[in-house]
């Protein structure tokens, strides 16, 4: 098994096909999985589009026979061809031929990772709450360095920097994504927009980040009651709501690609509320979107929070919004994970450097620490995480019909 970051070099000179810039590969038993870092999403290939990544990898030509495949992958973002093959949205799709079931992978696709224990919000739903409470007066300047190390022994292709919240310990957060970015992982900034742009925007330029924000409403008292703020770090009256449109808004006027994710609960889970936000996103620029249905982890295991949970039907929910999306052709890439069914599916890697993964009952699970080998780790992964629901998290498989062919 191979992972390969090609900068776009052509595959021949006489095919004018590349695999797009910062585009990440791996080859798998089922084919390949390819994460598209602009749509910060990853494609599972089987078939003909597994075979054209693969020949770009190894510099190869590719056969004629394939160019229904080259024009699949160019559409999503894989491949550039010349001339310009024009995208379009993936909208809960993430798989390119045939799949008679879900995919497997034999190491992770993601590794989360915490910049701090510190966070400016007190979010009802936190999944990571109990693994932050006893380190947050404890934080020490070498342990980013430690996070790195851990993260650069998993396997996995992307490294989410995420806490807590990195942007009020920028100083933390870049050493971090320096050290992920060494380690040849594609990178993610996973925030509330709370907190200090600025200070990173250079080190997010320069490893080409994307950027996801957090909001549950546009409307700004909706998104404040589930995302409040801890007035430990800011003034009564600031509105996690505005910061965060304000931070999206400067992210994009950066020019670095951006995603908005939402967190779906009993409180939005309404398919009309869902469609006016979609709408309002789209008229923001907004070209990513992702939702998450809230994981009983956390705070969300609390009893005092089961209100939060949604109903048994907020996966046709989402399975609706997405299909209507996609036959009214709007602009907008839409992924779901449904991993409250399996919250055993996400790796972490804590503010010391230890790995966590959620336990399938509640609570977090330490499988493995920066001592540990890059063989030791991956087994771990093997024998800890569901590894179906970790490809689905990521594959949209909590609304993809099996078989599948597209």
């Given at each position: ?113 915490f910049a701090t224990a510190h966070c400016p919000l007190r ?260 024998r800890h995480v569901n590894l179906v629901e970790h490809v ?15």
């Amino acid at each position: 098994m191979s992972s390969v970051r090609v900068p776009g070099r052509l595959a021949s000179p006489a095919a004018p096909v590349t695999l797009a810039p910062r585009v990440v590969t791996r080859e798998e038993q089922f084919g390949a999985v390819a994460y598209v870092p602009d749509r910060d999403h990853f494609f599972g290939l089987s078939g003909a589009p597994a075979r054209v990544v693969a020949s770009l990898a190894r510099g190869d030509p590719v056969a004629p026979d394939d160019a229904d495949a080259v024009r699949s992958l160019a559409e999503v973002g894989i491949v550039h061809t010349a001339p310009v093959s024009p995208q379009r949205p993936h909208v809960g799709a993430s798989l390119l031929g045939y799949f008679d079931e879900p995919p497997v992978v034999r190491e992770p696709l993601v590794v989360n990772c915490f910049a701090t224990a510190h966070c400016p919000l007190r979010c009802r739903y936190c999944h990571a709450d109990d693994l932050m409470q006893s380190y947050r007066d404890s934080e020490s300047d070498d342990e980013p360095w430690q996070v790195a190390r851990m993260a650069a022994i998993v396997p996995a292709l992307v490294a989410v920097v995420t806490g807590g919240e990195p942007l009020i310990r920028p100083e933390r957060t870049r050493v971090l994504i320096r050290g992920l970015a060494a380690a040849g992982k594609a990178v993610v900034l996973d925030s509330s927009g709370v907190g200090e742009l600025e200070p990173l925007l250079p080190v997010l330029r320069e490893y080409g980040v994307h950027v996801r924000i957090s909001m549950d409403s546009l409307d700004r008292c909706d998104n404040d009651r589930l995302r409040p703020i801890n007035r430990r770090y800011l003034p009564a009256g600031t509105s996690s709501g505005e910061r965060a449109l304000r931070t999206l808004s400067d992210v994009a006027a950066a020019g670095l690609a951006t995603t908005v994710q939402t967190v779906v609960t009993a409180g939005n889970e309404n398919l009309e509320r869902l469609r006016t936000m979609r709408d309002g996103l789209i008229g923001l620029g907004v070209r990513n979107w992702v939702l998450h249905v809230v994981v009983p982890a956390g705070k969300a295991a609390l009893p005092r929070n089961r209100d939060l949970r949604p109903s048994p039907y907020v996966l046709p929910t989402l399975g609706e919004l997405v299909k209507i999306s996609e036959d009214e052709r709007l602009p907008l890439n839409i992924r779901v994970t449904g991993t409250h069914r399996a919250p055993n599916s996400v790796l972490l890697v804590g503010s010391r450097g230890d790995l966590y993964v959620e336990r399938e009952f509640g609570g977090k699970l330490r499988i493995a620490g920066p001592e540990d080998s890059r063989a030791d780790v991956t087994e771990a992964f093997r024998r800890h995480v569901n590894l179906v629901e970790h490809v689905s998290r990521y594959l949209n498989g909590s609304i993809q019909p099996f078989p599948h062919e597209r």
